[in-house]
T-cell receptor, first 113, second 111 residues
Framework: EAQVTQNPRYLITVTGKKLTVTCSQN?????MSWYRQDPGLGLRQIYY???????DKGDVPEGYKVSRKEKRNFPLILESPSPNQTSLYFC????????????FGPGTRLTVT | SQQGEEDPQALSIQEGENATMNCSYK?????LQWYRQNSGRGLVHLIL?????REKHSGRLRVTLDTSKKSSSLLITASRAADTASYFC???????????FGRGTSLIVHP
């Protein structure tokens, strides 16, 4: 089954404790992206990757890191999480850039206390 | 920054009625996409319309695109309670092909 998986689905952590949210897709997609969703703000792009070893900042990259060492994986790293990073995070992938439909993961609900 | 903005923010209708939501954007685009999100879940792609197209249909969905007005509309005909969800438009920014999403329209369909 074609899918995007994210782990963990729920995470409660404390300020400053490094964490990684994993994202994996099994569709051999070139393009992957991370979004955060907050009430009243819609989806905002954090980082995206056009292919392996190619990443770029989206609209709200501060406080986040990503890497794309393999085509299927695109982890999101929060080196020192803060309460303002409490949000619902989505990973998405598509065959190529915006010309194609994006497939979204189920989301990761992160709470930073 | 958000390229596309949906309108209205919220829409409440009775089952069987049609639902229309709009998306306006600021700069030229290559294509525009509509997505649906059930509460707290991942977005699901509904339809993509390219900048040289004016109308597309998919089942009960009809999407129009007016590039001169920089706007698109999504019409859901004969709505059902299961259509209750948030609907987002995603546009790229001309040559970038990087999609950005609006804040969405929350649709509630009452049985």
């Amino acid at each position: 089954e074609a899918q995007v998986t994210q782990n963990p689905r729920y995470l409660i952590t404390v300020t400053g404790k490094k964490l990684t949210v994993t994202c994996s897709q099994n569709m051999n997609h070139e393009y992957m992206s991370w979004y955060r969703q907050d009430p009243g703000l819609g989806l905002r792009q954090i980082y995206y990757s056009m292919n392996v070893e190619v990443t770029d900042k989206g609209d709200v990259p501060e406080g986040y890191k990503v890497s794309r060492k393999e085509k299927r994986n695109f982890p999101l790293i929060l080196e020192s999480p803060s309460p303002n990073q409490t949000s619902l995070y989505f990973c998405a992938s598509s065959r190529s850039t915006g010309t194609y439909e994006q497939y979204f993961g189920p989301g990761t609900r992160l709470t930073v206390t | 920054s958000q390229q596309g903005e949906e309108d209205p923010q919220a829409l409440s209708i009775q089952e069987g009625e049609n639902a229309t939501m709009n998306c306006s954007y600021k700069t030229s685009i290559n294509n525009l996409q509509w997505y649906r999100q059930n509460s707290g879940r991942g977005l699901v792609h509904l339809i993509l319309i390219r900048s040289n197209e004016r109308e597309k249909h998919s089942g009960r969905l009809r999407v129009t695109l007016d590039t001169s007005k920089k706007s698109s509309s999504l019409l859901i005909t004969a709505s059902r309670a299961a259509d209750t969800a948030s609907y987002f438009c995603a546009t790229d920014k001309g040559g970038s092909y990087i999609p950005t999403f609006g804040r969405g329209t929350s649709l509630i369909v009452h049985p």
